[in-house]
């Protein structure tokens, strides 16, 4: 287990809609990180907050947006999904930014149908 | 742009049957090389950082080693629960420290 949690497991849902994925870091991480994960793309970085700021962004849709909160939880926002943002999302946390291993959480499963 | 390149993307290998799994990668300042193991349907899970050329990390079966143009993931001796996807990633401040990965190598081992 390591520490980290994701909700919800599985997401089924519906071209154009919008859905919310959540993420609570492991205690005393300071930073977390989104990654999409699919078959043909392999991990693919999204974005990085570090201590409620956002620090990094990779390619990440202007679709998607993301945000960290006070009690260091994350969620990423989707919008206007499309059959194409199937896959599965995953969130990691480490304490710092520089040198730190990344723990990553078992991920949501995103369908679109 | 980091590149990381990882290969074979599949082996198969015999319970006991050891072998080595390479990480190519090219990245201006390079200040971390991650090894993760994934099983299916599961987040990666972390196993080793190695930071600079010429060191070695080992756990239990497995050994990671690093040169400045490579890394490679040995499994010595592997059983069935060692089957997995092995990635690697690496870290620079080039790349805003973000975690940059291989597609991986699948290893199935059979009894």
């Known amino acids: 287990d390591s520490g980290v949690t994701q909700t919800p497991k599985h997401l089924i849902t519906a071209t154009g809609q919008r859905v919310t994925l959540r993420c609570s870091p492991r205690?005393?991480?300071?930073?977390v990180y989104w990654y999409q994960q699919s078959l043909d793309q392999g991990l693919q970085f999204l974005i990085q907050y570090y201590n409620g700021e956002e620090r990094a962004k990779g390619n990440i849709l202007e679709r998607f947006s993301a945000q960290q909160f006070p009690d260091l939880h994350s969620e990423l926002n989707l919008s206007s999904l499309e059959l194409g943002d199937s896959a599965l999302y995953f969130c990691?946390?480490?304490?710092?930014?520089?040198?730190?291993?990344?723990?990553f959480g078992n991920g949501t499963r995103l369908t679109v149908t | 742009e980091d590149q990381v390149t990882q290969s074979p993307e599949a082996l198969r290998l015999q319970e006991g049957e050891s072998s080595s799994l390479n990480c190519s990668y090219t990245?201006?300042?390079?200040?971390?090389l991650f090894w993760y193991r994934q099983d299916p349907g599961k987040g990666p899970e972390f196993l080793f950082t190695?930071?600079?050329a010429g060191e070695e990390k080992e756990k239990e079966r497995l050994k990671a080693t690093l040169t400045k143009k490579e890394s490679f993931l040995h499994i010595t001796a592997p059983k069935p629960e060692d089957s997995a996807t092995y990635l690697c990633?690496?870290?620079?401040?080039?790349?805003?420290?973000?975690?940059?990965f291989g597609a991986g190598t699948t290893v199935t081992v059979r009894a």
């Open positions: 990245v201006s300042g390079l200040r971390g």
């Open positions: 990691a946390s480490s304490v710092g930014q520089e040198s730190s291993p990344l723990h």
């Open positions: 205690s005393g991480d300071l930073s």
């Open positions: 990633a690496v870290q620079a401040p080039s790349n805003d420290y973000k975690l940059s």
């Open positions: 190695l930071y600079s």
